[in-house]
């Protein structure tokens, strides 16, 4: 399963790093790529960043680029989000995702509880 960490209260411009571990069944999940979602109170679910399996490509949502990185340790089945000069428009439950099949929301095999980033103004 997905586990999520690191979710709090911020104030504008501050940083969070939200952690991620990955397992299902005692098997680890790193043929898949993983990534993050976010949902704020009131809107659909969106894509926030996305890491290939081995780790070589990323790819964020236009609005987090030069703000958020992504990365994994395959060794210790975790993938992390450090986020850095948060908006409050950054404000929303952020889930943890894992697909081996093509990169959207329909198709994700494994979805992590939300963890909560509220950024205050």
């Known amino acids: 399963q997905l586990q999520a960490f690191g979710g709090g209260l911020v104030q504008a411009g501050g940083s969070l790093r939200l952690s991620c571990a990955y397992s299902t069944s005692g098997r680890s999940l790193y043929k898949y790529d993983m990534g993050w979602f976010r949902q704020a109170p009131e809107k659909a679910r969106e894509f926030v960043a996305r890491?290939?399996?081995?780790?070589?490509?990323?790819y964020y949502e236009d609005s987090v680029k030069g703000r958020f990185n992504i990365s994994r340790d395959n060794a210790k089945n975790t993938v992390d989000l450090q986020m850095n000069s948060l908006k409050p428009e950054d404000t929303a439950v952020h889930y943890c995702a894992a697909s081996r099949a093509v990169w959207h929301i329909a198709t994700i095999d494994y979805w992590g509880r939300g963890t909560l980033v509220t950024v205050s103004s």
């Open positions: 890491i290939t399996w081995n780790g070589e490509t990323t």
